[in-house]
């Protein structure tokens, strides 16, 4: 379970972002990171149930900077990363 946002590049919205005080890539990353909550929302109703705490700790490991250090950071391949993002979220999600 892994989901991949693409992160543009829009010069224009750049300019206008930092003229407002915000960065473009914050801004996009922020709103990345709520799509994924809201798609996991969706995909997984057994996350309702979940406590805050654990719910936060579903999103820390469902994020594209957790994914990026196992793969970049970590060096691990693709099919150890998808195990381990998987176990992980099976542990919090079915209390195993």
Known sequence: MFLHYEYGDDNDNDKNDRQAGTGSRTGRASSSQRQLRKDL????????????????????????????????????????????????????????
Do not use: G
């Open 41 to 96: 929302d969706d995909w997984l109703p057994e996350l309702k149930r979940l406590t805050s705490q654990e719910r936060e700790m579903v999103d820390a490991i469902a994020s594209f900077e957790h994914w990026n250090r196992l793969r970049e950071h970590q060096k691990l391949n693709k099919k150890t990363s998808t195990r381990l993002v998987t176990r992980l979220m099976h542990r919090i999600i079915l209390n195993d």
